[in-house]
T-cell receptor, first 114, second 113 residues
C-alpha cells in the first residue's frame, strides 16, 4: 500500500484479556519497528525486525508482550493478560534497507485497558 | 542508557519567538540523523535528514544543525506558530548492516498565543 497501515485504530479491552495489534508495512520495506507511546511520553522502543534476521526484542517490557512478522511483511504485536499500564498508543514504522531512506510511521493503535 | 538524549524534555514559548532543541547521541558508527515532528495523536513526520558530511539543513522555519565530531544536533524553530506545538524527535541511524535506528524520547513543545 501507499503507507503503513495499523489496525485497529482504537481498542478498548478489559484488564486480563489478550489483544492483537496489526501492522501492514510498506511493500518491500525490510525493517519494521514497534514502539509505544504513553500519554505525554516519548517513543519507547519495543521490537525491531530486519529482513530474515532474528528480531531485536530488547525493548519488550515483559513476557506478556510478543511480536511476529510473517513472510517478512505483516507484523502482529500480541499483549497477553493486559494490564492498565499497557494503555498507550502503539506505533509501527517501516523502512527500506537504504540508509538515506526515512521511516514511515503508521497512525498507531490507541489501546485502552479498563 | 539511551544512545540518543534530547533536551529539554518540554518547552513553552510564546507565539512568534524562536527556540532551539538539542540532541546528543553516542550512536556509532553513524549513518544519518533525522528530526521528526509528531502532532498529538498522529505518527511522526520527517522534517530534516543529515548525513555525516552535512552540518546544516533547512526546511522552511526549521533549521537543523549537526556536529558529527561532538555528536550533537540542534533543531532551531524560527518565528514559532501555534501549529508548531508538537513533540520533536531526534532519530539516529547506525551505519551497520541492518541500519538500526535509535530514537530519542523527544522534546514536547508548547507554543502559546
Amino acid at each position: 500500500g501507499a503507507g503503513v497501515s495499523q489496525s485497529p485504530s482504537n481498542k478498548v479491552t478489559e484488564k486480563g484479556k489478550d489483544v492483537e495489534l496489526r501492522c501492514d508495512p510498506i511493500s518491500g520495506h525490510t525493517a519494521l519497528y514497534w514502539y509505544r507511546q504513553s500519554l505525554g511520553q516519548g517513543l519507547e522502543f519495543l521490537i525491531y525486525f530486519q529482513g530474515n534476521s532474528a528480531p531485536d526484542k530488547s525493548g519488550l517490557p515483559s513476557d506478556r508482550f510478543s511480536a511476529e512478522r510473517t513472510g517478512g511483511s505483516v507484523s502482529t504485536l500480541t499483549i497477553q493478560r493486559t494490564q492498565q499500564e499497557d494503555s498507550a498508543v502503539y506505533l509501527c514504522a517501516s523502512s527500506s534497507d537504504v540508509a538515506s531512506h526515512g521511516y514511515t510511521f503508521g497512525s498507531g493503535t490507541r489501546l485502552t485497558v479498563v | 542508557k539511551n544512545q540518543v538524549e534530547q533536551s529539554p524534555q518540554s518547552l513553552i514559548i510564546l507565539e512568534g519567538k524562536n527556540c532551539t532543541l538539542q540532541c546528543n547521541y553516542t550512536v556509532s558508527p553513524f549513518s544519518n540523523l533525522r528530526w521528526y515532528k509528531q502532532d498529538t495523536g498522529r505518527g511522526p513526520v520527517s522534517l530534516t535528514i543529515m548525513t555525516f558530511s552535512e552540518n546544516t539543513k533547512s526546511n522552511g522555519r526549521y533549521t537543523a544543525t549537526l556536529d558529527a565530531d561532538t555528536k550533537q544536533s540542534s533543531l532551531h524553530i524560527t518565528a514559532s506558530q501555534l501549529s508548531d506545538s508538537a513533540s520533536y524527535i531526534c532519530v539516529v541511524r547506525e551505519n551497520t548492516g541492518g541500519f538500526k535506528t535509535i530514537f530519542g524520547a523527544g522534546t514536547r513543545l508548547f507554543v502559546k498565543a
